[in-house]
């Protein structure tokens, strides 16, 4: 059968923070359109019943992105492991609420560490391997906190703004070794973390929907088809962009 333009078979992908939510969606994703997935994160019972969910195609690494001295390290083993990355998926992230007013230098230095330090120090260590590969793909998760103001999560937002600045910058540099570099921007989703939210505060949901023309919040999968999209050469053309998958909310009204 001749591949589809969705096709990521022969493709290996890693993703950070694939564990849950947002990160597994999105491997599941990757691995319905053939790609071999590696999920990484810091919980490895989390990792390894990921990776009994989606079966064959996909394998565990536990690992830690705030611990950039070991990712060039890593980047080697893994490839001696699991063949060459082509597709990369910055998906760690860690938010804080607060207001601004309260939230410390440490509290921005934790949270950039993860969100924007992290990966792309990643980046640059699986960089030969993406270039090798000829259609290199990095995908960064970013929010609708970077689209628009939203109160108490200053140290999320700067963060996620902070990977518009690199997915535009790094899609210049990298455009010569085709590799692409885009992001994903999720609004409300339908999380274990939201849904514990909405249970103590209904309001909030309701003004929620109340300004999402769709009117309802997206699946974790909604964002998985859409980075897979991303990295498939059904998208060999888009590089450097920023894409909301939020029903409509950034756009106002």
């Not at 999920?39 to 990792?47: F, I, S």
């Not at 609420?97 to 792309?120: H, P, Y």
């Not at 906190?145 to 690199?166: M, R």
């Not at 790094?170 to 885009?182: Q, S, T």
Request: charge should be positive; hydrophobic fraction near 45%.
């Amino acid at each position: 059968m001749t591949p589809t333009p969705f096709s990521l078979s022969g493709r290996t992908a890693l993703i950070t923070g694939g564990g849950s939510g947002i990160g597994l969606a999105t491997a599941k994703c990757l691995a319905a359109c053939g790609a071999k997935v590696i999920l990484a994160g810091r919980r490895e019972k989390e990792l390894n019943d990921a990776v009994a969910e989606i079966g064959r195609s996909a394998v565990a690494q536990v690992m830690d992105v705030t611990d950039t001295a070991s990712l060039p390290g890593l980047a080697e083993s893994l490839k001696a492991a699991h063949g060459p990355i082509g597709i990369l998926i910055n998906n760690a992230g860690i938010n804080a609420k607060k207001a601004f007013v309260d939230t410390t230098e440490e509290d921005l230095l934790r949270i950039f560490q993860t969100n924007v330090v992290g990966g792309l120090a990643l980046t640059r260590a699986l960089h030969p391997q993406l270039k090798a590969s000829g259609t290199g793909s990095v995908v960064f998760i970013s929010s609708m906190a970077a689209l628009f103001g939203i109160p108490w999560v200053s140290a999320y937002s700067i963060s996620k703004s902070a990977l518009t600045g690199a997915v535009r910058t790094l899609a210049i540099e990298f455009g010569p070794d085709k590799i692409r570099v885009n992001a994903v921007a999720p609004g409300w989703i339908d999380t274990a973390m939201s849904r514990k939210a909405f249970e103590s505060d209904p309001q909030r949901k309701q003004k929620i929907l109340s300004r999402t023309p769709l009117g309802e919040l997206g699946d974790t999968s909604d964002i998985g088809w859409s980075v897979a999209y991303l990295c498939s050469p059904a998208a060999k053309f888009i590089t450097g962009t920023i894409v909301p998958v939020d029903g409509g909310v950034s756009i106002g009204f």
